[in-house]
């Protein structure tokens, strides 16, 4: 008979498995975070040196001693101390703080991850470099229902005008006798 006191049952064997995997992906996880968090840590501490330098550059443009320039001054100040916050923070005690808050406010976590998630879009699409897509009448016409039936309509007109009847044939804009010139 086998002693099975020293062999480790198949089912707690497979207990220990998964919560040595648990632990691994926890692990992962933990350093995913740390790693994210650090990035953001950066990015968003030169972004706020970024404005600040930019209402600095803006206050010295405007009149000294100005409303004005006082405001965009103390601007640049106050996001100067906070770029230094934030690149100064401790992370560890920031996710430590980030991750009790989530576990107590689940609901308004999401809700605010949510929120900021829609807002670093916002962002990101308005701070995006134009695509260098040319706008085309084609393009204009797309969104409105009545464009394509606009861009191929010809508008009468009783102007004689030379330039106005170049304009409206290539538009497609022209008198009647315009049409009946195109087609002859």
Known sequence: MTDHSTTPHPIERAKQHASELAEQAQDTLRSEARARAEEAQTQA???AAAVARAADAAASELPQGSFQAEAAQQL???LEQFADKVRT???DKVLRDTGDFARKN???FLGGAALLG???TRF????APDSGHA???ADDTADD??????ANHVYPTNDTNSDHGAMARETGHGSASDATRRVS
Do not use: C
């Open 45 to 47: 501490a030169g972004e």
């Open 76 to 78: 640049a100040q106050g």
């Open 89 to 91: 923070a401790d992370i």
């Open 106 to 108: 689940p609901m308004l």
């Open 118 to 120: 829609f807002a670093a």
């Open 124 to 127: 990101l699409k308005s701070t």
């Open 135 to 137: 706008t085309t009448v």
């Open 145 to 150: 229902p009545w464009g394509s039936y606009e």
